[in-house]
């Protein structure tokens, strides 16, 4: 599964847009982008998948490059209850990927007043 | 709709103790999977379940860790004797088979060993 890199925190402020940028230069012809968010003490939480362009659902936009090596999950208007750990992985899809997610260390994401 | 289900949420233990943790999936989700959270890191898988079957455990450390999910829905993780350095989050989610990958993640427990 392909390896990715995000950066460990950033910090914004309450009604501005943030965008986490997430690297995955081997990622390959199959694998797929995912995000998750997690705050404390619970489970983390699917927000956004997407293959390539742009993918937007009611919570988060995703952008994709053409080459798919990075990819930008963007969070419009954050509030205070953002503030969260947020996951890239990258991998196939369920069944090729017998369902495995390699989360990493996530970014920390803290929105303030 | 119900979501994952955990039990206990806490739990503390000497070292050497044995634990065991239980995990209730969303109905109709046939794929279970049980992951360990050390504080700072990302969940990692320790064993997944295609109903009844565990199809991936390379990661679960037989020694002393096992799990069941007998009927194909309820799971339990086990770990005897617990040291030290199982301290962590033990996390269940559930999902449906293909298509996506969207885990649904319960609650998660927090286990203290002293």
């Known amino acids: 599964l392909a390896k990715t890199t995000q950066p460990i925190s950033m910090d914004s402020y309450e009604g501005q847009e943030v965008n986490i940028t997430c690297s995955h230069n081997n990622i390959a012809t199959n694998d797929y982008i995912t995000w998750y968010q997690q705050f404390p003490s619970q489970g983390p939480r699917f927000i956004i998948q997407g293959y390539k362009t742009k993918v937007t659902n009611e919570v988060a936009s995703l952008f994709i490059p053409a080459d798919r090596k990075s990819s930008t999950l963007s969070l419009p208007r954050v509030s205070l209850s953002d503030t969260a750990v947020y996951y890239c992985?990258?991998?196939?899809?369920?069944?090729?990927?017998?369902?495995?997610?390699?989360f990493g260390q996530g970014t920390t994401l803290q929105v303030k007043p | 709709e119900a979501g994952v289900v955990q039990s206990p949420r806490y739990k503390i233990i000497e070292k050497k103790q044995p634990v065991a943790f239980w995990c209730n999936p969303i109905s109709g989700h046939n794929t279970l999977y049980w992951y360990l959270q050390n504080l700072g890191q990302g969940p990692e898988l320790l064993i997944r379940?295609?109903?009844?079957?565990?199809?991936?455990d390379s990661q679960l450390p037989k020694d002393r860790f096992s799990a069941e999910r007998l009927k194909g829905v309820d799971s339990t993780l086990k770990i005897q004797p617990a040291e030290l350095g199982d301290s962590a989050v033990y996390l269940c989610?559930?999902?449906?088979?293909?298509?996506?990958?969207?885990?649904?993640f319960g609650p998660g427990t927090r286990l203290t060993v002293l």
């Open positions: 992985l990258v991998g196939d899809l369920p069944p090729r990927n017998t369902g495995k997610l390699i």
């Open positions: 379940y295609e109903n009844e079957e565990a199809v991936d």
């Open positions: 989610a559930s999902s449906l088979a293909g298509g996506s990958n969207e885990q649904f």
